[in-house]
């Protein structure tokens, strides 16, 4: 079976940009979410999905933003990139909520 | 505010030996605690997980311990060996009414060989 998928894999943009990142749950898993994990610490939860509604948000700014699509897939988009916004984003996939699977990760380095 | 503190940062152990690695927490809402294997570039991978109503859980050489009311858990790698070498976050969530998982900062673990 697929676990979860990530796309892209990595992805380099200048300040200012915006950026839209992908995921693809593990099939029947109905809940997605969201981490961020800069270099040397541990990932930070952004968003969680359930059946196409938010379930939480974490401390993030406005500039971040998600939804979740009838097939359970998910985007992670970003708004006026900053320097501090580059890390790994990772997208984690369960079918309730509490034992998540993680996917490899998109890079995004913005310079 | 980190709600999961980890412990240490870093450790090197040699081939067979055993890793030790802590974390302790402040929220007693918390009821269910996974351990997470990460390699460079990789995403994490689930390595075990416990709730509270037990104290220890073993799975293979790996075993989590867990100290309800000094809100600690720890997980033992046992006959440790290289290809153990990662980075190992443990974390903690409110199952069923939050699933937000809440990570300590990673322990970066070599075995020498």
């Known amino acids: 079976d697929a676990g979860v998928t990530q796309s892209p894999t990595h992805l380099i943009k200048t300040r200012g940009q915006h950026v839209t990142l992908r995921c693809s749950p593990i099939?029947?898993?109905?809940?997605v979410s969201w981490y961020q994990q800069v270099l040397g610490q541990g990932p930070q939860f952004i968003f969680q999905?359930?059946?196409?509604?938010?379930?939480g948000r974490g401390n993030f700014p406005d500039r971040f933003s998600a939804r979740q699509f009838p097939n359970y897939s998910s985007e992670l988009n970003v708004n006026a990139l900053l320097l501090g916004d580059s890390a790994l984003y990772l997208c984690?996939?369960?079918?309730?909520?509490?034992?998540?699977?993680f996917g490899p990760g998109t890079r995004l380095t913005v310079l | 505010q980190q709600q999961v503190k980890q412990s240490p940062q870093s450790l090197i152990v040699q081939k067979g030996g055993i890793s030790i690695i802590n974390c302790a927490y402040e929220?007693?809402?918390?009821?269910?605690f996974p351990w997470y294997q990460q390699f460079p570039g990789k995403g994490p991978a689930l390595l075990i997980a416990?709730?509270?109503?037990?104290s220890e859980k073993k799975e293979g050489r790996f075993t989590i311990s867990f100290n309800k009311s000094a809100k600690q858990f720890s997980l033992h790698i046992m006959d440790s060996q290289p290809g153990d070498s990662a980075t190992y976050f443990c974390?903690?969530?409110?199952?069923?009414?939050?699933?937000?998982?809440?990570f300590g900062a990673g322990t970066t673990v070599t075995v020498r060989a």
């Open positions: 984690a996939s369960s079918s309730r909520g509490d034992t998540q699977y």
């Open positions: 099939s029947g898993h109905k809940s």
């Open positions: 999905y359930y059946e196409k509604e938010e379930r």
């Open positions: 929220n007693t809402a918390f009821d269910y």
């Open positions: 416990i709730r509270p109503d037990v």
């Open positions: 974390a903690a969530s409110m199952g069923s009414n939050d699933y937000k998982l809440s």
